[in-house]
Nanobody, 124 residues
Framework: QVQLVESGGGLVQAGGSLRLSCVASGRTFGSHAMGWFRQAPGKEREFVAAISWSATRTYYADSVKGRFTISRDNAKNTVYLQMNSLKPEDTAVYYC?????????????????WGQGTQVTVSS
C-alpha cells in the first residue's frame, strides 16, 4: 500500500510559480512510477506530468511542457512538481498518483494510488 499526501497549492497571479510536493508512505516508493494529474471544474481529470521510478524518464502534457518540471527524491519518498509561468487555465485540483510499476504512463487508469488533491488557483 502507498499513501500519498500533496501540499503546496494556493493562489498565485498569472506568471507566478508554485511547487507542489507529494509525500508517499510505504517502503516501496522507489519502485513506483509517479504522476501528476489535474481536474478543473466541469472537466475530466487530465495528465500533467509523470516520472519513472529511477527518474531517468519524464513525460509532460503539451500544455505544460517548458513551464512545469517533475522530479523525485526517493530518499525522501517525495515527488515534486515545479510550476512556472502559471496561467489562469492551469487552475485545477492537482493530484499525485503512484503506479505499482517502474514505467510511467500518461493514462490515469494505470495508476493505483491517489492523493486527496491540492487546489491551485491562478488569477489573471
Amino acid at each position: 500500500q502507498v499513501q500519498l499526501v500533496e501540499s503546496g497549492g494556493g493562489l498565485v497571479q498569472a506568471g507566478g510559480s508554485l511547487r507542489l510536493s507529494c509525500v508517499a508512505s510505504g517502503r516501496t516508493f522507489g519502485s513506483h512510477a509517479m504522476g501528476w494529474f489535474r481536474q478543473a471544474p466541469g472537466k475530466e481529470r487530465e495528465f500533467v506530468a509523470a516520472i519513472s521510478w529511477s527518474a531517468t524518464r519524464t513525460y509532460y502534457a503539451d500544455s505544460v511542457k517548458g513551464r512545469f518540471t517533475i522530479s523525485r527524491d526517493n530518499a525522501k519518498n517525495t515527488v515534486y512538481l515545479q510550476m512556472n509561468s502559471l496561467k489562469p487555465e492551469d487552475t485545477a485540483v492537482y493530484y499525485c498518483a503512484a503506479r505499482a510499476y517502474t514505467i510511467a504512463t500518461i493514462d490515469p487508469k494505470d495508476y493505483d494510488y491517489w492523493g486527496q488533491g491540492t487546489q491551485v488557483t491562478v488569477s489573471s
